[in-house]
């Protein structure tokens, strides 16, 4: 197992150094989960849905005492992680090796070991991904690479084809998927004080194993939105429409680098 030491000194295992780092300033420096009034308490029922290597989870203990936090990462080998760095954290913690859906049964995901956050069990827009880089050239690729800024428009294309292909170079395995409602139901929660999701494209699923009932549970919710999918244009609007319906007051998050890429932030709260 890889290990890395994070800018705050903390040491992890970890997947891949590309996720590590993106994750860390999302969550930690960015803070983009505790946005939009979103906020924890001592003794508050935390849900990390997608949790991936467990840095949310390890960051949310944190900021308050005596948390009950609950994790769902559905791929073993990034779960095997999650376990590693979420073993001595300061809350009582309950890991579950699945994913949330609507209903439950084994379905394929794929897992990217050289992009482990994005593993997904629905797939991006291969093309409109593509189209969202080169529109934003100046503002991705050369951020990171500096360099790129002197290669010819009409070469741009295949820097960005090639690049997707090396990092997005995917294994398929199987993942366990249930409705959130059982989990609820056989762990006796009686209220989640803040969902967090990252569910990589798979988000209106996670929603949707959820009785009306248990709505009535949950008081905030702070997730990743992910429009880059085929069919996900006015995903935003949807999910904004059924989480008023339920009796949230709902926020969109700041304009960004991941929303020109068409991945948001939807934050809602019971007020």
Not at 108 to 125: E, L, M, N, V, W
Request: hydrophobic share 40%; aromatic share 8%; net charge negative.
């Amino acid at each position: 197992m890889k290990t890395l030491i994070l800018p705050n000194g903390d040491k992890i295992s970890i997947i891949d150094r590309l996720t590590a780092d993106y994750i860390y300033d999302e969550i930690y420096v960015d803070k983009v989960y505790l946005k939009r009034g979103i906020n924890v308490k001592d003794g508050d029922v935390i849900l990390d849905v997608g949790a991936n290597i467990g840095l949310f989870s390890r960051f949310i203990s944190t900021q308050a005492n005596n948390l009950k936090i609950f994790t769902f990462e559905p791929i073993p080998a990034i779960f095997n992680v999650l376990e590693a760095n979420l073993k001595d954290i300061n809350a009582d913690i309950k890991n579950f090796n699945i994913g949330l859906g609507k209903k439950e049964k084994t379905i394929d995901i794929t897992y990217y070991p050289k992009c482990s956050g994005d593993s997904a069990i629905i797939p991006f827009d291969w093309d409109l991904k593509v189209d969202l880089y080169l529109q934003n050239y100046e503002e991705t690729i050369c951020k990171d690479m500096p360099q790129a800024i002197n290669i010819p428009e009409d070469k741009r294309k295949g820097l960005v084809e090639a690049g997707l292909k090396t990092i997005y170079r995917g294994k398929i395995v199987q993942c366990q998927i249930r409705p959130l409602s059982q989990i609820i139901q056989e762990n006796n929660i009686k209220h989640i004080n803040l969902m967090k999701i990252d569910a990589e494209n798979y988000e209106w699923q996670v929603l949707a194993g959820i009785k009306d009932d248990d709505w009535e549970k949950i008081e905030q919710i702070a997730m990743e939105v992910h429009t880059h999918i085929k069919g996900g244009a006015n995903l935003m609007n949807e999910l904004t429409n059924l989480l008023e319906k339920k009796g949230f007051k709902v926020y969109e998050g700041e304009e960004s680098r991941e929303t020109i890429m068409g991945v948001y932030m939807l934050y809602a709260k019971k007020e």
